[in-house]
T-cell receptor, first 111, second 115 residues
């Protein structure tokens, strides 16, 4: 699986949009970009994933650049409960492939 | 729909003892994964079951760890004998087998402390 690079930490004010970047310059054509987060003392939580088109769900939006070498996870209105470690993971499109976690970005949302 | 459940949530044992962790995946999920996070380290993949078969056990640290999934439903991870470095949080995850990748859904983990 391709590796990803994320900033170790970010801050965001409550109510503002949180934009979390991820670089994956060696991504292959059959690899998806997945985002998970881990809130303290809980298991990792699935957020969103995409291949090349932008994606949106009830939790977040995923913007993938046209060359697919980077992406941004957007939490449109961050709340204190969004404070967590966010993981950007690239994963080959093959049934049952495991996720490989990196260090992630620690997002701190403050009031 | 019930999520992935893990038992116990916490376990404290002495070095040399045996501990068995249990994971109940989401009903109908054929893929089951074990991960662990030791203090200060990243979440590491341990192994992957498809139904009752071990698909990938490349992440298992050594032969003190034994994972089983009899009947393709729940899974157990046994550590025998436990060592101090086995302390950490053990996560289980499951996903559907759709012929292509589907998201993994994680349990809240078992926190293992070996003293």
């Amino acid at each position: 699986d391709a590796k990803t690079t994320q900033p170790p930490s970010m801050d965001c004010a409550e109510g503002r949009a949180a934009n979390l970047p991820c670089n994956h310059s060696t991504i292959s054509g059959n690899e998806y970009v997945y985002w998970y987060r881990q809130i303290h003392s809980q298991g990792p939580q699935y957020i969103i994933h995409g291949l090349k088109n932008n994606e949106t769900n009830e939790m977040a939006s995923l913007i993938i650049t046209e060359d697919r070498k980077s992406s941004t996870l957007i939490l449109p209105h961050a709340t204190l409960r969004d404070t967590a470690v966010y993981y950007c993971i690239v994963r080959v499109d093959q049934a049952g492939t495991a996720l490989i976690f990196g260090k992630g970005t620690t997002l701190s949302v403050s009031s | 729909e019930a999520g992935v459940t893990q038992f116990p949530s916490h376990s404290v044992i002495e070095k040399g003892q045996t501990v068995t962790l249990r994971c109940d995946p989401i009903s109908g999920h054929d893929n089951l994964y074990w991960y662990r996070r030791v203090m200060g380290k990243e979440i590491k993949f341990l192994l992957h079951f498809v139904k009752e078969s071990k698909q990938d056990e490349s992440g298992m640290p050594n032969n003190r760890f034994l994972a089983e999934r009899t009947g393709g439903t729940y899974s157990t991870l046994k550590v025998q004998p436990a060592e101090l470095e086995d302390s950490g949080v053990y996560f289980c995850a499951s996903s559907q087998d759709l012929g292509y990748n589907s998201p993994l859904h994680f349990g809240n983990g078992t926190r293992l402390t070996v003293t």
